[in-house]
């Protein structure tokens, strides 16, 4: 794995040429796009992210058909365009259906997707659950949806998978998503565990996939801003947002300002464990370790 996530390396460069194969040519969907040099870069930039994570983890394997989740919200609109990108220009060999399900919270508009997706010409599926009263029902007042509310919408997302004759179910979950997990679990769940890039579901017949895990948030926010995706916002459901989420975005965000790059570099350490410097016996043997070296030489070395 090589994950190169700022500055420009000679695999970028080729990516980027990957991407920008005729002069100024674009897919339909950047036709109201900035043609700013500014615009180009995060868009390459972007794209290179996407393409580097299809391939550290091998999201092609044997794949024919995607099922993109679209919430409406700015990433998962992000990732539709990108994968869109990627497959008009030939790098994607895989068919596209984008998927939203409307989970019933008030005043969901629910013109807004069907226009979008129609006026885009891709394939796409708008399905409706009223999964928001059974949240409502079953967590106590006070209590936050989003647990069961995600459980619920994941369950409906693999049916529709199966019924649409999907692989796989495309999210649009990123970097910092991926971050605020693990440190969740670090502080909270008392594990070493973030969201992973490529999943595959307890059936065993569907995957789970984020091809935007290497993207950036603030990337993702301003390609939103510069394409005018038609934005749902995502406190319809009158959920009060996870505190502990939350603490753990501005944790991260505290960090980056004093230290840029720290995000970076912290999803790269995600890339490299090394298992015989934590404390999991069930991820290595260490009472199995044995002296291999003659005591004499072994009495020469520094132990750590
Ligand atoms: S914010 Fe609302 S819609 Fe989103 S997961 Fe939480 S409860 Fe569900």
């Known amino acids: 794995m090589n994950i190169a996530f700022s500055g420009q390396t000679a695999e970028g460069a080729e990516r980027d040429d990957a991407v920008e194969t005729e002069e100024g040519a674009v897919h339909p969907i950047f036709a109201s796009a900035p043609r700013s040099v500014s615009f180009n870069k995060l868009r390459k930039r972007l794209l290179r992210h996407v393409r580097q994570a299809i391939d550290d983890f091998g999201m092609l394997n044997g794949q024919k058909r995607w099922l993109i989740g679209l919430s409406g919200g700015k990433d998962s609109y992000g990732l539709l365009a990108l994968l869109m990108d990627l497959k008009w220009r030939g790098l994607l060999p895989v068919e596209l259906i984008a998927c939203n399900l409307d989970q019933g919270q008030p005043n969901f508009p629910k013109h807004v997707l069907p226009d979008y997706l129609t006026s885009i010409g891709i394939t796409h599926r708008i399905e409706y659950r009223d999964t928001y009263s059974i949240v409502k029902e079953k967590v106590p007042a006070g209590g936050t949806y989003c647990s069961l509310c995600s459980r619920l919408r994941r369950g409906n997302l693999y049916r ?76 319809l459901c009158g959920s009060q947002d996870g505190l502990q ?60």
Request: charged residues 25%.
């Open 160 to 235: 529709i998978a199966r019924e649409e004759g999907c692989d796989a179910l495309v999210l649009g979950h990123h970097r910092e998503d991926i971050l605020e997990t693990f440190f969740m679990n670090f502080f909270h769940g008392g594990r070493l565990a973030a969201m992973p890039a490529k999943l595959l579901n307890d059936e065993g017949d569907l995957f789970v996939m984020r091809p935007l895990a290497y993207a950036a948030e603030d990337d993702l926010a301003k390609f939103a801003a510069a394409m005018q995706f038609p934005i749902i916002p995502c406190d």
């Open 245 to 304: 989420r939350n603490a753990m975005k501005d944790m991260l965000a505290g960090i980056e300002a004093k230290m840029p790059g720290r995000k970076d570099a912290m999803l790269r350490a995600l890339a490299h464990v090394n298992p015989s410097h934590l404390l999991d016996p069930k991820l290595f043997d260490f009472s199995g370790l044995n002296v291999t070296k003659p005591s004499q030489e072994a009495g020469n070395e520094e132990s750590e």
